[in-house]
């Protein structure tokens, strides 16, 4: 009796938290080499033309203990002609072996406080390479614990490390739509185009600022009767 009238009393009982998922050890890495077309040249505010973009996506390669399923972390190398110093040959070369380093290490099972540069342990990389390495571990943790990257990227901006098995403590959206660019010339295909996307992204700067402005202008109004969203691309150029 005096069981059941304290039960009564008292919440229940929280259930027994789930152990721990095993751990999940690197296997592999490899580069995919990637060269494609523009649909038309990309003038960028430091008067370099873009015909074409080169680049490799990074495939990080995991598995669990005692399961044979391999998870891959996925990422892009793609340093930008003109604003990074490095050529995209150096950059592939550093990331390759920095990768095939990481082969046999456990990945982190908590981010934040400097976990991951400390589990990285890497010596100095081009920035494009180190960009390109630690999207791959994180968006490779993030699919590991089934949580979308936005959680993992703020838990490792997290001042004090906190364990990926933890809930989310908020509700972040889990993808970014892609965008439509309009180079400097596109203002008017972009002001009576469609909207296939809900977000455009205009090249900006390098002009005279008040005929651009004037002409940006016309574009955001068109942009929000069609309930389209514009972004300003000035690559550094303000």
Known sequence: ECRAFLGALLPPAAPPAPPPPPAAVVCGARLVRFDLALRAPLALARGVRLERRAGALLLLLARRDGDAAVIAGVSELCPLPGFHTEALEDAAAELDAAASALTGRTLPSALGGGALGDWLAIGSLCP?????????????VARLHQLPLAEVVARCAASAPTAMAAPAATTLQSHVRINGLLARAELAEGAAAPPRERTLKLKVGGGDAQDEGARVGALLASCAARGVTLRLDANQAW
């Open 128 to 140: 494009s390479a180190r960009h390109a390495l630690e999207c791959a571990v994180l968006h490779l």
